[in-house]
């Protein structure tokens, strides 16, 4: 069959069109022969531009996937794909479950179904559950901590109060020193935790605020580039916040050895931060060219004292994600020597629904 010949003879074409699920059909040679609106939309092509085409070769699939398109042919025996990574006509990435299904007349359906959402929204609850469970620990190391340390200080007070040699109380204070020093980590470790003051801001004027401090600073060979969308409206914020989990961002990057760090805002509409769908999200990229963060920490760089530097107190990522989540936004990060992104997605109007 052709895409010449009205391949809604042959099938329940009203039904076809209206799905949602893509549906592509295949030739015995793997050639597109029909896709259905769904399918055009989901890779971004029309169906009579890409008439005859080998379809594996056309989405950069990998060469295992038209083997076993060809073996279920050949054995008539259907199967699934689970998350499987295809390219859309702008080369966009698109991750998609895909059931194929081989037709007695030699022909191949393919029914496919795009995963990312599911896979994000997943991936951001755990990093939000991450979070959670960290604080909550941090809260009761806290109180099991500062207990002591605070009977600790007021013994080496009242013990210093009874010395008469100056040259003796210098080991007091130093003990209180230490106790200070360690309750003013723990404090740290929670976070701020003064409510936010939301008031209306530019989010430009904070990325601004946040380059000249990095740029004042003067990291050695760093150059710092700007990509705005100055249409991105005013949001509803807590600007000393926003400016404190922006420059821990960038700060790890440069401290990492990065050459060049871009800074990008962006909108999205209709965006969903876990579970819940806002209208319009203001995406904000930092973006370096640095090592990038090494495989076996990519999975726990959000808790508390993970830090891949000798000098890092791996505090920074942590209390960044605390305070984005407190504008109910949240960071998200992909990294590969040479190229790694941390994204910061807050929400700028009130929430749609739940998903």
């Known amino acids: 069959m052709s895409l010449s010949e009205d391949p809604l003879q042959a099938w329940p074409g009203q039904l076809l069109e209206m799905l949602n ?17 769904a399918a055009e939309n989901l890779f971004a092509i029309s169906r009579r531009q890409v008439s005859g085409q080998y379809w594996p070769g056309m989405l950069h699939a990998e060469s295992s996937l038209g083997e076993r398109l060809r073996a279920a042919l ?12 295809l390219h859309t006509a702008y080369a966009q990435r698109i991750t998609v479950d895909c059931t194929a299904t081989p037709l007695s007349n030699g022909e191949l359906l393919l029914e496919i179904v795009r995963v990312d959402r599911q896979l994000r929204i997943a991936h951001e609850e755990h990093l939000l559950t991450q979070q959670h469970a960290a604080r909550d620990l941090m809260r009761g190391m806290a109180h099991e901590i500062k207990n002591p340390l605070g009977g600790l200080r007021g013994a080496a007070q009242l013990l210093e109060s009874e010395l008469e040699l100056p040259e003796m109380k210098e080991y007091t204070q130093v003990i209180i020193g230490e106790a200070d020093r360690l309750s003013n980590l723990v404090d740290r470790m929670l976070g701020p935790n003064t409510v936010p003051d939301h008031r209306m801001i530019n989010i430009h004027q904070v990325i601004e605020h946040v380059r000249s401090l990095v740029d004042a600073e003067a990291y050695p060979g760093l150059a710092l580039k700007r990509e705005y969308d100055p249409s991105i409206p005013e949001l509803q914020a807590d600007a000393q916040l926003l400016v404190q989990a922006m420059l821990n961002l960038v700060r790890n990057a440069a401290q990492a050895g990065a050459g060049c760090i871009t800074l990008r805002s962006r909108t999205q509409r209709q965006f969903t931060i876990g579970h819940t769908r806002y209208k319009l999200v203001i995406r904000i990229d930092i973006i370096d060219d640095g090592p990038g963060i090494p495989p076996a920490m990519q999975n726990k760089i959000f808790y508390p ?36 992104t941390f994204t910061i997605l807050l929400p700028l109007e009130v929430a749609n629904d739940s998903c």
């Open 21 to 37: 699920t893509a549906v592509i059909l295949l030739d015995g040679a793997l050639r597109l022969t029909y896709l259905n609106p």
């Open 74 to 85: 050949q054995e008539q025996e259907p199967f699934t794909e689970r998350e499987l990574e």
């Open 305 to 340: 004292m993970v830090t891949g530097r000798a000098d890092g107190t791996g505090l920074g990522l942590s209390i960044a994600q605390s305070l984005i989540n407190q504008h109910h936004g949240i960071i998200e990060f992909a990294s590969a020597p040479g190229n790694t």
